[in-house]
């Protein structure tokens, strides 16, 4: 398949490497178009009140690649309409690898990953992130290690990777073009190559508290919170899911927005 690839940690990310890696390995054709730097929390924003530049960039991964100073949503619109060959028919936007889950309602919504391949549903085509969930000590670690993931956390991101291009066709092939679907893939700490993929859907959680107080000069602070699970005991959810060593897999489907 003819796939385009973006996140929302940056074309810098191993977790984006390792996945174009995998989806070349399994031999698709693939374009990427990341953010130059990382868009994290930013959800479906678009850069309304200035200019985007694009740049054709080679970060060796073998193929087409763009580094954009925008957001996801900007990264795919721009991609898939300036960008990517007239000539060259786009099969499916897959967005991640995220570091971090994105499960739950909460998550889902303000996630970059989730909207850069939202933005490939609302160019009628299917969509897929992908995104592995991290221990608050294992995310602390891969950050002060400059994002260089430990021998440990790096054969995780290997299998997922492998999970990921050998789930990417089936998810393409179930889904039906002009559908608005997005599915939602959360990869477990650790995952291996035995984990099972799973059905779920997202999980009710409410997260107050995003914001420390105010500091001497007045300025507040996005910190991490997992948010408090008020969801009922049935069907089963991603944060669950994730919790007992599987790979959640949810499907988003925003046609159902407002039933």
């Known amino acids: 398949m003819n796939l385009l690839v973006t996140n929302d940690d940056g074309i810098a990310s191993p977790f984006l490497h ?14 990427v178009a990341a953010p130059k730097t990382e868009q994290s929390w930013v959800g ?24 954009i100073d925008g957001t996801p949503s900007d990264c795919v619109n721009i991609a898939l309409d300036h960008l990517i060959p007239r000539t060259t028919s786009i ?23 989730i909207a850069g391949a939202w933005e490939g549903a609302l160019h009628g085509l299917p969509a897929i ?44 092939a179930a889904t039906a073009p002009q559908s608005f679907v997005v599915h939602n ?4 700490l650790p995952c291996t190559a035995a984990s099972a993929v799973v059905r779920a859907v997202p999980a009710q959680v409410v997260i107050p508290r995003l914001f420390t107080p ?11 919170h997992p948010g408090e699970d008020i969801s009922p005991a049935g069907p089963l959810t991603d944060r669950t899911a994730l919790a007992a060593g599987h790979i959640s897999h949810t499907i988003l489907d925003y046609t159902r927005l407002g039933r």
């Open 214 to 224: 105010a500091c001497a000069h007045g300025t507040h602070s996005l910190r991490f």
């Open 18 to 31: 390792e996945l174009v890696a995998a989806l070349l390995a399994a031999g698709h054709a693939v374009y």
């Open 129 to 172: 992130a992908f995104s592995q969930a991290l221990t608050e000590p294992a995310y602390e670690a891969l950050k002060t290690a400059h994002d260089i993931p430990d021998p440990a956390l790096l054969v995780t991101l290997r299998h997922s990777a492998a999970h990921a291009a050998r789930l990417t066709p089936a998810l393409v």
């Open 91 to 113: 099969d499916a936007v897959v967005s991640g690898i995220n570091v971090g889950f994105n499960a739950s309602l909460g998550f889902i919504i303000a996630s970059g990953t």
């Open 44 to 67: 479906a924003a678009k850069s309304r009140s200035r200019p985007v530049h694009a740049a054709a960039v080679d970060r060796g991964f073998g193929c087409a690649t763009w580094s």
């Open 185 to 188: 893939v959360n990869f477990p």
